[in-house]
């Protein structure tokens, strides 16, 4: 995928630089507040992503709005995005930032997604074996999708462990209808 191509191209490059100047904490908090103001109000970036509003427009912008409120290192991060024409990537550059960032802390993220909650037991047990198998403090992020049917769902960074019931059903109808029948 594109975006996932981008994120980690620039998000790799600003956590090279952040990481030299001893900005990773500032930058973490900095662009996780910008990551919740995005997702609260799309505005901003539909704004920054218009083809029609001029490059000049947008970089008065952004150094008006943030100038006050992030590093300058940030700021100049939003500019450069905007000059590549890749500021509507920003909100997965900003993930992949803040999982690059947590890494370097001993943090991964698991996204579990199941058809029901997992109970306290179920969360301690995918936890451990989630740090032992990457070696990290594991946070779960927990998502409810009833259309698995049962089972769950595993993300951790980019692979993907699925093990529902409703993917098992799609494998099982694949290999039925490449059955020939006489």
Do not use: C, W
Request: aromatic share 6%; hydrophobic share 45%.
């Amino acid at each position: 995928m594109l975006s996932q191509e981008v994120a980690k191209k620039y998000s790799s490059a600003l956590f090279l630089s952040l990481k030299e100047r001893n900005l990773l904490d500032d930058a973490y908090e900095q662009f996780n507040s910008l990551k919740e103001l995005l997702d609260f109000d799309k505005t901003l970036l539909n704004f920054l992503s218009a083809p029609h509003v001029l490059d000049e427009q947008k970089l008065n912008v952004i150094r008006k709005v943030f100038s006050s409120s992030l590093n300058e290192l940030f700021v100049e991060f939003l500019v450069v995005l905007v000059d590549k024409n890749r500021v509507n990537f920003l909100p997965e550059i900003i993930n992949e930032l803040k999982r690059m960032i947590e890494a370097e802390k001993g943090i991964g993220r698991v996204t579990v997604i199941s058809a029901v909650a997992l109970n306290e037991t179920e969360r301690k047990n995918l936890s451990e074996k989630m740090a032992k198998k990457t070696g990290l403090k594991i946070i779960l992020e927990e998502r409810i999708d009833r259309s698995i049917i049962a089972g769950m769902i595993i993300i951790l960074h980019n692979e993907i462990i699925d093990g529902s019931t409703k993917h098992k059903l799609d494998l099982l109808e694949d290999q039925l209808s490449k059955v020939r029948v006489h």
